[in-house]
């Protein structure tokens, strides 16, 4: 089943999972699709229920088949529990608003066991995306795409509503999102872009083949383009739990990446493909415009029939102040060379480049080609500031596929050794890195080692200091005592000297010169 568009698998598988999630064992459906089309694709996902369409208008190939009816969803003619499940698959956008309560209501009549109702409903982001979506379809075939047209007309449906009515008449539901904004509005244009060139159909339908596969499991997400209304009168709804898978795993990561390649495979083959490059028409013509303050108009310009692959335009004009000049190269799409632009001043002197920046509506360029994927392409030189021109020359030619593929190949060959170089500025700066992050370590090792060792030192001074500071107080006491000692002498000598003193007196007294005398009378 996964050979089929993205959006309808979207929608059919996550209806056949509920449904099933929902059935009781050996247990078949009776089964109404209402707003179901002509692909039949119910019946493909539940080929063992008995599935029967109902749609407000029918081809005249369908009117007479039985598993049609034709009728009005709001206004049905069915008994009450006709169906034991109603399935309304983008369907209640497309009505009016003011009758979307009857149809839900009708859904919740006619249903005995449970409806669905799938629907993108409004927001910012869902608006936006619809809006840019149909821009690509509008760039294409210059009109709005019907389906995005009936939204914008009706309003998208307001997910609150619908939740305040079902709460108000008690009945049981559960919500259920599903499809990424930025997925669906990718995968869209790639089909717009496809249904403008057929010759890329096979490579779209590997496209939603992958998606179908790989990203349609992992596409469960809040912020999504589509809801799923699920809301039960004869079941519960307690077992009905959706996928929610993890984001931002490893697997996912690479699904998408993968998308990104095949989206970017898909460009690459558009931008190829002849049915995007030149328009064959014979009648062509381009045109050049010069704005003096007045915008671009046909009167300021001159429109000349391209009579082959090569034009050359040359203007000379009075003096003229002018902003801006826009060179319209063809009435059709394609791939053009400017190769020369010679643009002089009041001087004679050529404005260069620098004075000037060019932008225009190419998808983009490489050097002096320029690829439009559109009709009536242009660029438009913006002068900084206003300036007087004489000279206008222009040299454009459109290129052939041939050389077209050959130029792109070059670019592609040229991004593919960009690349390269990048991958071994990384990888030398990885391996730098690797190195750095070596020395860093040793460095980070040494200082560890320094620390300590200078812890130990730290500890060996202050060791030292207090054998310097016990030493200190030694020498402090010795001093101290040696003072003390030295008083002690001078005391002892004063004392000395007073003796010597005493005794002296003595020995020069009256009385000792008796004594003497005496001693030498005795004989003594």
Not at 258 to 268: A, G, H, I, P, Y
Not at 370 to 376: L, M
Request: proline share 2%; glycine share 4%; aromatic share 10%.
């Amino acid at each position: 089943m996964i050979d089929i568009l993205f959006d309808q698998f979207q929608r059919y598988n996550n209806v056949t999972n509920i449904i099933n999630t929902l059935r009781k064992t050996g247990q078949t459906f009776n089964i109404l699709e209402v707003g179901a089309n002509e692909h039949q694709n119910l019946e493909r996902f539940l080929p063992e229920d008995q599935i029967t369409y109902l749609d407000i208008s029918l081809p005249e190939n369908l009117k007479n088949n039985p598993k049609y009816i034709l009728g009005d969803a709001t206004s049905m003619g069915f008994s009450d529990n006709h169906y034991n499940i109603v399935v309304a698959l983008d369907v209640f956008e497309h009505i009016a608003e003011q009758d979307r309560i009857k149809f839900v209501s009708e859904l919740h009549r006619v249903s005995s066991d449970f409806f669905i109702i799938t629907a993108p409903f409004h927001s910012p982001k869902v608006v936006q995306a619809e809006k840019r979506v149909n821009a690509v379809f509008k760039s294409l075939f210059n009109k709005d795409f019907i389906w995005l047209e009936e939204h914008m007309t009706n309003g998208l449906p307001n997910i609150d509503r619908l939740s305040n009515y079902l709460d108000s008449n008690d009945m049981q539901y559960k919500l259920i999102s599903h499809g990424d904004i930025d997925i669906w509005e990718r995968m869209m244009a790639i089909h717009f872009i496809t249904a403008h060139n057929p010759a890329l159909t096979v490579y779209r339908q590997e496209i939603d083949r992958f998606y179908n596969q790989h990203i349609y499991g992992i596409d469960y997400i809040d912020d999504s383009y589509r809801k799923i209304c699920v809301v039960a009168k004869n079941c519960s709804l307690s077992e009905l739990i959706m996928p929610n898978p993890e984001v931002d795993s490893v697997k996912n990561r690479a699904i998408l990446e993968k998308f990104d390649v095949l989206e970017r495979t898909f460009f690459n083959l558009a931008s190829v493909n002849t049915g995007v490059l030149l328009n064959k028409k014979k009648e062509d013509s381009f045109q050049v415009f010069w704005n003096n303050g007045n915008g671009f108009n046909e009167i300021n310009s001159i429109r000349e029939k391209v009579v082959s692959s090569t034009c050359h335009f040359e203007k000379r004009i009075d003096l003229a102040l002018m902003e801006s000049i826009r060179i319209d190269p063809s009435d059709f799409r394609g791939a053009f060379r400017f190769s020369g632009i010679l643009i002089k001043d009041e001087d004679g002197k050529e404005i260069l480049e620098d004075r000037y920046s060019v932008n225009g509506n190419y998808n983009f360029n490489y050097k002096d080609m320029f690829v439009f994927y559109n009709d009536d392409p242009f660029l438009t030189i913006n002068f900084n500031h206003e300036v007087s021109i004489t000279d206008i020359r222009l040299s454009i030619t459109k290129i052939n596929d041939d050389e077209f593929k050959i130029i792109m190949i070059e670019n592609m060959k040229k991004k593919i050794e960009e690349q390269a170089a990048h991958c071994r500025e990384l990888s030398e700066c990885k391996e730098k890195t690797v190195s750095l992050n070596k020395i860093v370590s040793e460095l980070n090792q040494k200082n560890e080692d320094m620390l300590f060792e200078n812890n130990e030192l730290v500890i060996q001074v202050e060791k030292l200091n207090h054998l310097i500071a016990d030493l200190n107080n030694l020498n402090k006491e010795a001093f101290s005592k040696n003072e003390s000692l030295s008083q002690d002498i001078i005391n002892y000598k004063e004392q000395v000297e007073e003796k010597n003193r005493e005794l002296q007196g003595v020995y020069g007294s009256r009385s000792w010169k008796y004594v003497m005398k005496l001693k030498k009378i005795m004989g003594k």
